[in-house]
C-alpha cells in the first residue's frame, strides 16, 4: 500500500529554518513524481515544489533562493529544506505523489498525499 508520511514541522522565528520529511513506503519514491504543496487557513492548497524522477526540481517563485527540494533514494525519503522563513510561510505542509515521471505544480494532479505537518513562523 503506497503511503506518505511528512514529519520536521514546528514552530520557527521569522529568519529561521526548518527541514521537512517525507518518507515514502510501498513503491520506489524515485520512480514517481513528487511535490511539496501547502495550505494555509482560508486559502486554497499550492504547490510549492516538485521533482521528478529525473532530478529536475520546479518552486513557486515566492520560495526560489529560500527552499531546496531534495530526495534519498537508500531511505526512500524526500526533504523540503525551508531557510529564512516568513510568517506567509506558516501553512500545514504535504508532499504527495503521481504515478508519472514528470512533476507539475498543480496539487489536482497528485494522487496520493500524506497527512501533512504543521509549520508556523511567528516570533
Known amino acids: 500500500q503506497l503511503q506518505l508520511v511528512e514529519s520536521g514541522g514546528g514552530l520557527v522565528q521569522p529568519g529561521g529554518s526548518l527541514r521537512l520529511s517525507c518518507a515514502a513506503s510501498?513503491?520506489?519514491?524515485?520512480?514517481?513524481?513528487i511535490g511539496w504543496f501547502r495550505q494555509a487557513p482560508g486559502n486554497e492548497r499550492e504547490g510549492v515544489s516538485c521533482m521528478s524522477s529525473g532530478g529536475s526540481t520546479n518552486y513557486v517563485d515566492s520560495v526560489k533562493g529560500r527552499f531546496t527540494i531534495s530526495r534519498d533514494n537508500a531511505k526512500n525519503t524526500v526533504y523540503l529544506e525551508m531557510s529564512s522563513l516568513k510568517p506567509e510561510d506558516t501553512a500545514v505542509y504535504f508532499c504527495?505523489?503521481?504515478?508519472?515521471?514528470?512533476?507539475?505544480?498543480?496539487?489536482?494532479?497528485?494522487?496520493?498525499w500524506g497527512q501533512g505537518t504543521q509549520v508556523t513562523v511567528s516570533s
Open positions: 510501498g513503491f520506489a519514491l524515485d520512480y514517481y513524481a
Open positions: 504527495a505523489t503521481v504515478k508519472r515521471s514528470v512533476a507539475t505544480m498543480p496539487p489536482v494532479e497528485y494522487d496520493y
